[in-house]
């Protein structure tokens, strides 16, 4: 029996890095990729070395800075990646997300918000593409 081999996306791999919670909140026209807490600087350099291999397969044509805030922060800042990594989560209004199309890309994604929860829950359903369902491991829906 053939098992499912998959090779690792690094653009889903780099946006698995990302904070998300209450909602990723995106800047746009900033240069912020992603900012991690003092004690999170192995973290924090896995995230850039990721980064990096992201720069190389998408011919990208940037740097990534480092910023230190007061407290000790550590902020990886690049217009360029920040932008890309932000065009992933794009929210509309009537609680609609759009999926970026790729390969992986979900269908018939959805945006349920539960706001008398406290903290206010957020739902996403979705339906995996084939390439990520046989990539999670569950029957492709064929469409």
Known sequence: MK???P???TIFAVLGFLGDYMGRIV???KNLIEEFYPHENEIAAEFETHLHNLIAEQNLKTTITQEIGPQGHIALLSPEIATLLNSYHVFRLF???SAVEDKYACQSVAWK???RNIPVGHAII???SDELA???GIP???K
């Open 113 to 115: 918000v539960y706001p």
């Open 95 to 97: 609680q609609e997300i």
């Open 134 to 136: 046989r990539f999670l």
């Open 27 to 29: 800047r746009q026209g």
């Open 7 to 9: 090779k690792i996306n």
């Open 126 to 128: 979705f339906e995996p």
């Open 140 to 142: 492709p829906t064929g």
């Open 3 to 5: 098992t499912y081999d």
